[in-house]
């Protein structure tokens, strides 16, 4: 694992570019970026993920090949990247959110946003609900897909990731978020988004 800027992400995502299409195609899908929580601590890296945003943005990569087979996301992994902010310990969906002691960072959303921005510009795929989808509207089938039965807040609720970015929001309101601010980043990129 190693800390990498925005910059060298672009790299690794058009290198895995052809690879990951590739393997989305054989699946009979497009190429798909999820987006986790880890319910772990700040500071607490999985290798389940390709991408990891830590408490103050800092970006790590846990691969040199972005196209490698992750176990992040049921029955979704081929053809896909799994970014994961390193939060959400305790966290609890009950009749309210509760994101426990360690809730997503402004600078984690931030930096995630900005991921999104380059990983869509780099493999060239728009930020929609067919490529971005946070791994609660992927375990609920939110693209469509029929491959899995649903697991998420529609249902049993096993996976909730980014069900919203913020405590007090509206359920489900984190996908669109998200996508929304990946494609402020497309037209305001920062410079090492460049
Ligand atoms: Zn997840």
Redo the contacts with the bound molecule.
Sequence with gaps: MRQITLSELRSLAENAKDALNQAAVNQGRCIKTYY?WSAGHYGQFFDDYHLLIDKDGELYTTTEDLSEIKA??YMRNSGSVAVSLCAAYNSVLGSSVDLGPEPPTEAQLNKMAQVGAVLCNALEVPPDIQHVLT?AEAADNFDGLTTHDPYGPNADCE?W?LYVLREGEEGYSGGNNLRGNIVWYQYHPTADMQ
Excluded: L, V
Aim: proline share 0%.
């Design positions: 986790h992040a996301t791994h996976r990731d």
